[in-house]
């Protein structure tokens, strides 16, 4: 068989994801302080993308007090464009900065108007230098003090002792018993507890800073403590012969200690949610305004187009063909999101109106298939647009994606929604008499009788474990 070359002609269609196609899917799932944060970049690096501002926001032109001479308006800006060449300012600015109170005031307030509001801020404290700095106020040797600062250095994010006394010894090059007394005395710093080993010896030291010397109540912190946590409490008072109420006595004492004496320096900061829209009830109806608080309203740059008007041909007409394209689109990106975050939420409203009059109870079954035919685009549109975007209610701040929840089904043959579910569970746990807490059992059953909601016992655990709430035997408070 001989081999030849041929040409064939073939025709065929393909899906390309072009760059404008690809930022305008990455606009879509940002959040709106990510938005913000892009359109900026995105003004620093496209000379032709500029901020337009309302007409209440531009300065007002100067206006001369005798608006029919046109010719002395005139000859006063000629004058003023005469001076701005000929003045002499740096003398000028030298005489003033000359002023000894003037120049005084200058310096001492420059720096101050230059710093940034961050650095202004002071850091929060952390457990290294909190305990660093009673360290230096006590009466400690050099060699001690090496050693205090290995134990902190060794400290977890709870304040407890991560290493052996003997390995702090060798790494230190002293005798164990040296670390132990080290150790003896920073357990009693502030917070009482820290660099402990155990939760037992973290709550003994502060039971004896605090000075309770009770042997029954010292005995159940050293050697009963998952009893405690088992609400084990007839078996410890039968074991001490005491009765419930010193049992509960006990407890309150020991709920009183702090078993992580360090996580109070190693919180996370807060944070803050920017809701992307807020729905309002006006009437019988409900009200969509977008946030755009912060988002720049953009335009092509006048001088540029000017400029790009009068260039003829070359690189500088081609640089500015592609910025000008390259916002036009990004122009045309921006309002398409907001557009359809807008059409999303108003589908969102229209199936999940109970949940906007009555609250989480109410909420409806949804999926995101649902909305994407409601409003006709595609389920994977849809999820770009729900990803970490908030929406402020009558009924608090909730994200997209809360309103899309599956369904469980109702004897009447309809359907409620899981988040309603977990909404309801949560109601009748909080109701329920801390002595005799209800099971998941129960609770099904109670779903199941009042309710109608066909819900299996596991199903009620799953969604208490998702919801942080303890079992009902942990539940149980002491009588």
């Known amino acids: 068989m001989a081999l030849e070359l041929r040409q064939q002609l073939k025709l065929s269609q393909q899906l390309v994801m072009t760059p404008q196609l690809q930022q305008a899917i990455k606009l879509l799932q940002l959040s709106r302080l990510e938005l913000v944060e892009t359109v900026q970049k995105e003004m620093l690096e496209n000379p032709l993308l500029e901020e337009t501002y309302q007409d209440d926001d531009r300065p007002e032109p100067t206006i001369a007090e005798d608006s029919h001479a046109p010719d002395a308006t005139q000859e006063e800006g000629a004058m003023q464009r005469e001076l701005l060449k000929t003045a002499e300012w740096d003398d000028y600015i030298g005489d003033f900065a000359s002023t000894s109170r003037q120049a005084t005031v200058r310096e001492y307030e ?103 010397k009770d042997p029954v109540l010292l005995e159940i912190v050293r050697d009963h403590l998952e009893d405690l946590e088992k609400k084990r409490y007839k078996q410890l008072a039968k074991k001490f012969r005491i009765t419930l109420e010193d049992i509960k006595e006990y407890l309150e004492i020991i709920q009183s200690l702090d078993p992580m004496p360090g996580s109070h320096f190693s919180g996370s900061d807060p944070v803050y949610v920017s809701p992307d829209a807020y729905v309002y009830k006006y009437g019988e109806d409900f009200v969509i305004v977008l946030n755009e608080d912060g988002l720049p309203k953009l335009q092509l740059s006048p001088y540029y187009m000017e400029d790009m008007s009068r260039i003829g041909t070359g ?97 009447d043959g309809s359907s409620v929604g899981s988040e309603s579910v977990k909404a309801l569970i949560k109601q009748l746990i909080a109701a329920e008499d801390p002595k005799k807490p209800v099971s998941d059992e129960q609770i099904a059953d109670i779903l199941k009788q009042k309710l109608q909601v066909n819900i299996a016992r596991r199903t009620v655990a799953k969604y208490r474990m998702a919801m942080g709430i303890e079992s009902s035997s942990k539940r149980k408070e002491v009588l």
């Open 110 to 212: 420059a720096p101050e108007e230059g710093m940034s509001f961050e650095a202004r801020l002071s850091s929060k404290p952390s457990l290294e230098g909190h305990l660093a700095w009673q360290i230096n106020l006590s009466p400690f040797t050099l060699e001690e003090r090496r050693v205090a600062e290995g134990i902190v250095g060794n400290l977890n994010a709870q304040g407890y002792l991560g290493e052996s006394v003997e390995d702090i010894a060798a790494d230190c090059a002293v005798e164990p018993a040296m670390v132990e007394k080290v150790l003896y005395t920073l357990q009693r710093f502030d917070p009482v507890g820290v660099a402990a080993r155990t939760p037992q010896e973290c709550l003994l030291v502060q039971l004896e800073v605090y000075r309770y």
């Open 315 to 411: 690189k500088d007409k081609d640089y500015l063909q592609d910025k000008m394209r390259s916002a036009q689109w990004l122009m045309k990106s921006l309002y398409q999101r907001q557009r359809t975050l807008f059409k999303v939420l108003e589908s969102i409203v229209k199936f999940q109106r109970d949940f906007f009059e009555e609250g989480v109870t109410k909420l409806k079954p949804l999926i995101l298939k649902d909305v994407a035919d409601d409003i006709g685009m595609h389920e994977s549109t849809v999820s770009r647009i729900t990803t970490s975007k908030y929406v402020a209610t009558p009924h608090g701040i909730f994200e997209l994606k809360f309103f899309f929840n599956s369904a469980l089904e109702l004897d």
